[in-house]
């Protein structure tokens, strides 16, 4: 889906940021987010979705990748295991059919 991302943030307040940071698996492009501002807003969500966009946005520019962020994003709680499966289940089954979008190009 080269037109837009999904994600599944998962919040625990059992570790730090730090912690959380070094628990995940390096993208196969190698991107390293930076966290500047992380000192100052440690924790937020806000915070983190930036730095993820900035990183993004680096990685466009020195790759000569014409890039644009849409200016707002959909946020929604998921409080129960099975809303999580079905929203799992909708990311899967949407890239499978990311052919039929109307941005689809071979």
């Given at each position: 889906?080269?037109?837009?991302?999904?994600?599944?943030?998962?919040?625990?307040?059992?570790?730090?940021?730090?912690?959380?940071?070094?628990?995940?698996?390096?993208?196969?492009?190698?991107?390293?987010?930076?966290?500047?501002?992380?000192?100052?807003?440690?924790?937020?969500?806000?915070?983190?979705?930036?730095?993820?966009?900035a990183a993004i946005?680096?990685?466009?520019?020195?790759?000569?990748?014409?890039?644009?962020?849409?200016?707002?994003?959909?946020?929604?709680?998921?409080?129960?295991?099975?809303?999580?499966?079905?929203?799992?289940?909708?990311?899967?089954?949407?890239?499978?059919?990311?052919?039929?979008?109307?941005?689809?190009?071979?």
């Amino acid at each position: 889906m080269p037109n837009h991302i999904h994600a599944l943030v998962f919040i625990s307040g059992n570790c730090s940021l730090k912690e959380k940071r070094n628990q995940a698996k390096s993208p196969p492009y190698n991107i390293q987010m930076h966290y500047a501002n992380a000192t100052a807003q440690k924790g937020r969500l806000s915070t983190v979705i930036g730095s993820y966009k900035a990183a993004i946005t680096k990685y466009a520019y020195q790759n000569n990748i014409t890039f644009a962020w849409q200016t707002r994003l959909f946020e929604h709680i998921i409080k129960h295991q099975e809303e999580y499966n079905a929203i799992a289940e909708y990311i899967q089954n949407y890239v499978a059919r990311w052919y039929l979008d109307k941005y689809y190009k071979q």
